[in-house]
């Protein structure tokens, strides 16, 4: 196998410059040799998740992004605001590579027979460095995929299925009945839309256009609201009065729409009687994205019994444990494209990444919009 | 004992009327007896809390109040504005006893030895409807107060020692090791701070003004903020460094403090490396008053390891269950002249509450100030 594998490879990294820019580019670094638990994987696809945005581009201006270099080795640089730049201080001169997730092929291991076990298999892999050509990971962040399945398929077998399960899991944890979802219409939605609908959980879809509420009733959703619609906080309590879905994951985080969904809330457990503290009924909002950057605004018009906290999947799986985690994965690996299918709007090569137009694209986070990395394109 | 009752005895009362206004007045009621359980109390003194005032005032603007009627039986009548009127849609027409807690004197029982043994007692009791001349409670709805108790220094022996003791028992039950309390002057506040001294807990006092830490400071408080100096975020990051208060308890709801407190936590916990994600210490703030009615607004650069939420008495009593609440209840009364002693800054009767000087002034719960009710006035 090792003649196959050079002796470089292109990386994606990020660097936060003194000067207040941020600067991508793809850097020559050593192909690693696998240690005894390790499988050095061949990165055949890997997504741009909205949370590779944040480490990638570092809160810069992409609109004001410059490219220089040449076609095949591009060098972007973009100016980071006052409010960036003292969020990544502690970043300034350390450039990181990039990339949550992605799946390859296995073309060397480490002399543990569970990595040996892989050679020649196509897996997944989260661990970060996935915007590259190869990547080295320890065999208990791969991800088997079920023989048949391409890399494509199963680049996001960890971060979307992971986080559409585990807002399930903690829905039940947490002893609430039905889920509220906001920018309900992206991979991540529409992958919590068919898994609840697996689960007969109620959940209600909260999105802002017509054509993603269209797309998700097509796909079997009962309960969708447009957040941009007059007749949102009618809709909104309606929903939750049918499904008492008293838990949301938000993605968008600033402004006003997770108050309103307190509220909401609130509207729809309160019973008749003038209560002075409102509902005794606990709702709850997780702030999981930040589509929207600026404050959240909670006008407490719903009572005492809420709260509002952010929630992220790393975290999450280190409390359940690792046999609740293996079961999760298990599951994603029998339903990868089923319930936890991804689409993809465009598919790049690393260079192609950096590209002004790709780069802008993928930095609207809109919503449906997606790009993945094909290394080898 | 009987001949010493009067049938017919005043209760304070509020009402929200259909066109717009909450009216304020001293009702005659019939002299409630006592069922099998119950005490009948002659109430002497009961004090105006923050959480009686929502039920009193009803959100109404009370510097347009206008008061009718005579000096012993005054009528208020204040607007409500429109957002109010809609909070209090269910109170329509069905006037309220007000008063959650208070002191006095058992004057009658019922037949049960436990209600009985309390005859000629000074207790205290919580229950709702104290603002009146008698109260009949339940026996378990009261505290005997120490032999030469009065009921002066018993009036307030539910709501702020409880809370005081709940905010300890919360910051415990959920794992932190120190305690931040916004509007830290207040009666509660400086129970709070004694409290803390007397336990060894770490306790970040945030004021408003310079003579309020002065109080503090002189009740022997180690660390105070004032939260309108202009260095509050580097005073308060360093009282968190020394402190690793990672819980706080905010009395003003509105505004920015409850956000500026958990950047501070989350500058005070993060450690030098960049994490995209922030630190991993989860740094919580429970809202459990209004000083400020306007929307919290949460800037979010905190990390994801946050939450925010209400805190309410009652519920987290609930939850702690009967044996709990005793125990801490039976420290109440112990400690009723010391740790949990409380300062009013001015005495009424009842009438005297419906004045509109009085009015105006606890309405404008500026801390520090504090109004008694003495039915007996």
Same mark, same amino acid.
């Given at each position: ?51 590779? !945005? ?5 809160? &810069? ?6 490219? *220089? ?51 020649? @298999? ?6 970060? &460095? ?10 208990? $962040? =791969? ?12 680049? *996001?077998?960890?971060?979307?299925? !992971? ?24 991979? #991540? ?6 898994? =609840? ?14 054509? /993603? ?11 969708? =609201? ?14 939750? @009065?049918?499904? *008492?879905?008293?838990?949301? $994951? ?24 003038? *209560? ?6 606990? @709702? ?31 975290? $999450?799986? /280190?409390?359940?444990? #690792?046999?609740?985690?293996?079961? #999760? ?17 465009? /598919? ?5 990444? #950096? ?9 609207? /986070? &809109?919503?449906?919009? @997606? ?7």
């Amino acid at each position: 196998m090792a003649a196959e594998i050079p002796a470089t490879m292109l990386q994606l990294r990020s660097l936060v410059t003194p000067d207040q820019t941020v600067q991508l580019w793809l850097d020559d670094v050593d192909v690693p040799e696998p240690g005894p638990t390790e499988v050095l994987i061949r990165v055949e696809a890997a997504p741009i998740n909205p949370s590779d !945005l944040g480490l990638l581009l570092a809160g &810069a201006d992409v609109t004001a992004a410059t490219v *220089s270099g040449t076609d095949d080795r591009p060098v972007v640089t973009a100016p980071l605001p006052d409010a960036a730049m003292r969020a990544m201080a502690a970043r300034v001169g350390t450039s990181m590579p990039l990339g949550n997730e992605g799946a390859g092929t296995v073309v060397a291991t480490g002399s543990a027979p569970a990595a040996q076990a892989l050679l020649g @298999k196509t897996v997944a892999a989260a661990g970060g &460095a996935m915007y590259a050509h190869y990547r080295c990971v320890d065999v208990m $962040f =791969c991800l088997e995929l079920p023989a048949g399945t391409s890399a494509v398929d199963g680049a *996001s077998s960890f971060v979307n299925p !992971l986080t559409a399960l585990g807002m399930v899991e903690t829905m039940r944890r947490e002893s609430h009945i039905g889920l509220v979802h906001t920018a309900a219409a992206s991979n #991540l939605g529409q992958m919590l839309n068919r898994l =609840c609908i697996s689960e007969h959980i109620p959940l209600v879809n909260v999105v802002r256009r017509p054509e /993603q509420a269209d797309l998700l009733r097509a796909a079997g959703a009962v309960h969708v =609201c447009n957040s941009t619609a007059p007749t949102l906080m009618a809709d909104l309590t309606a929903a939750l @009065k049918e499904t *008492s879905a008293t838990l949301a $994951f938000d993605a968008v985080g600033g402004g006003r729409l997770a108050s309103q969904i307190l509220t909401c809330m609130e509207a729809a457990s309160a019973g008749a009687d003038y *209560s002075r503290y409102g509902s005794t009924v606990h @709702k709850q909002v997780y702030i999981y994205g930040s589509l929207d950057r600026g404050p959240t605004e909670l006008t407490r018009n719903f009572g005492m019994a809420w709260g509002i906290g952010g929630w992220l999947l790393t975290p $999450f799986l /280190q409390q359940i444990g #690792l046999d609740a985690v293996a079961r #999760l994965r298990s599951r994603v690996a029998a339903e990868l494209t089923t319930t936890f299918a991804s689409t993809y709007t465009d /598919q790049v090569s690393l260079a192609g990444a #950096l590209a002004l137009d790709a780069l802008t694209a993928y930095a609207r /986070q &809109a919503t449906g919009q @997606k790009y993945l990395i094909r290394p080898g394109l």
